[in-house]
């Protein structure tokens, strides 16, 4: 990977490339879902290599607690540390605005990701039965957070 890496703040001129990597990876993120993230409770961040959007985040705040709504790393770029720069990153804008705990959740099968977070310090607080449709069926959605240190 080129050394040119520049993490930004994205904006709605990115939300088609944003979609190009959410379809390469079979998520149901729409452009017009996407757009509704550029809202002032919302940051978005995402890491460009020499122009090419190779993967972003979305985060939510609401006064102290930050929730993770998506992240997503293009599939060719997976397993480069790219998806731990942006936690790392988003980690340090929560600080930054005083939160206390960054939430997500995460699909029980979703191994590699659950490693990444554990990994960063997040651990897992509980789980939602049958939370997400799957072509296979139901899927339980594990709940896991991050403290921020003050």
Known sequence: MSSNKQLVA???????????????????????SLQGCFGPL??????????QLL???????????VTL???CVAPQFQGQGIGAWLLKHMYDEAKAASAVVIMLEVKASNHGARHLYQKLGFIETGIRANYYQTPAGREDAILMDWQVSV
Do not use: T
């Not at 994205?10 to 017009?32: F, H, K, Q, T």
């Not at 919302?42 to 460009?48: A, E, Q």
């Open 42 to 51: 919302y940051r978005v961040s995402g890491l460009y290599v020499d122009k």
């Open 55 to 65: 993967g972003f985040s979305i985060c939510q705040q609401i006064i102290d607690e």
């Open 69 to 71: 709504m998506d992240i």
């Open 10 to 32: 994205l904006s709605l001129s990115d939300v088609n490339a944003m979609a190009s990597i959410a379809s390469d990876l079979g998520y149901p993120l729409s452009e017009s």
